[in-house]
């Protein structure tokens, strides 16, 4: 049974960066992508970011060229940096992985105020 969890939410400032991280645990062969989706308060869910292990990331036009996922095989762990902040971009945001099914995290809080 595969298990995801994140970590690295929390306040910062308007422009400011954060980097979360995403670890799975567990093995599941069938897993060829990873990625986040977020909802904020009051919306429905929306997808961020995807990366697929053969052919590299992919990214909502909200996020494009402020956010960047990465993963470390050897951890078997993922990441978003996630730079020049916006208020628009306060939501829990989820870790997902998809394999023989899709499996999901718990969430991440992260609140851009001033």
């Known amino acids: 049974q595969v ?11 308007p422009g400011g960066s954060l980097r979360l991280s995403c670890e799975a645990s567990g093995v599941d062969p069938a897993i060829r992508a990873m990625g986040w989706y977020r909802r904020a308060p009051g919306k429905q869910r929306e997808w961020v970011t995807t990366i697929m292990y053969e052919s590299g990331p992919s990214y909502a036009d909200s996020v494009k060229g402020r956010f960047t996922i990465s993963r470390d095989t050897s951890k078997n762990a993922m990441y978003l940096q996630m730079n020049d902040l916006k ?7 989820y870790c997902t992985a998809a394999g023989a099914r899709a499996y999901w995290g718990k969430g991440t809080l992260v609140n851009v105020s001033s």
């Open 3 to 13: 298990q995801v969890v994140e970590s690295g939410g929390g306040l910062v400032q």
């Open 87 to 93: 208020p628009e971009d306060t939501a829990v945001y």
